[in-house]
């Protein structure tokens, strides 16, 4: 294969896993400013990690597959790099770390606080999909439930440091959202039309 076209190999390789990145991580789609992928959150279901697997290791056969002895100096780190991401995912799936997805610096509703800093709320349509978004923040959770059950049969659950002060966390979530000082109202209360589109989650 000609130089040119292992950089356009490269090009397109590079392309179908960006899109398919963005695709898969909706909360990683919006800190990057795609805003098209703000009404749905991260699929944290085993099944969703389980299905992760053989798409990453087609493209990690891909970049091997690439002769990167005539490439220039950045096409050599961009492929290693991108070679080094999927390995290391790869591994990570290995050791089953979705089993522990809370802790104290990291967990749904904290996340979800992050999602809304980065979501945009211009237009109705931003509403509409901030609300389909917290339906399926509603479905995550679920999700996150079930993992943790499955996790203690496998026993495979978190350390005690790592979760102790949740409880205390989620008790003055729910303290806000009782007071309608929730975080997670503020975008409603950014728009002259108040009531119409806080109907909309009613």
């Known amino acids: ?45 085993v099944d969703a990690y389980k299905k992760q697997k053989p798409i990453i290791e087609g493209f990690l056969k891909e970049a091997s597959a690439i002769d990167m ?50 979501m945009q709320f211009k237009e109705e349509a931003d509403y509409k999909k901030y609300v389909a978004c917290m339906k399926s923040f509603v479905k995550q959770l679920g999700d996150i439930e079930a993992i943790l059950l499955e996790g203690i049969e496998k026993k495979m659950i978190c350390p005690i440091e790592s979760v102790k002060e949740v409880p205390q966390q989620l008790e003055d979530l729910i303290k806000k959202i009782d007071s309608g000082t929730s975080v997670f109202l503020n975008p409603f209360k950014k728009t002259p039309t108040n009531e119409k589109l806080l109907g909309m989650y009613t």
């Open 1 to 45: 294969m000609s130089k040119m076209g292992k950089c356009e190999k490269l090009e397109d390789l590079y392309e179908r896993f960006w899109q398919w990145r963005l695709d898969d991580s909706p909360d990683f789609a919006a800190f990057c400013g795609k805003m098209e992928y703000n009404d749905r959150v991260d699929d944290l279901s």
């Open 69 to 118: 002895s005539d490439l220039d100096h950045d096409s050599k780190i961009n492929l290693r790099l991108l070679k080094e991401d999927l390995e290391s995912t790869l591994k990570g799936l290995d050791f089953m770390g979705y089993y522990f997805p809370i802790s104290f610096l990291e967990n749904p509703h904290i996340n979800f606080m992050f999602r809304i800093d980065w």
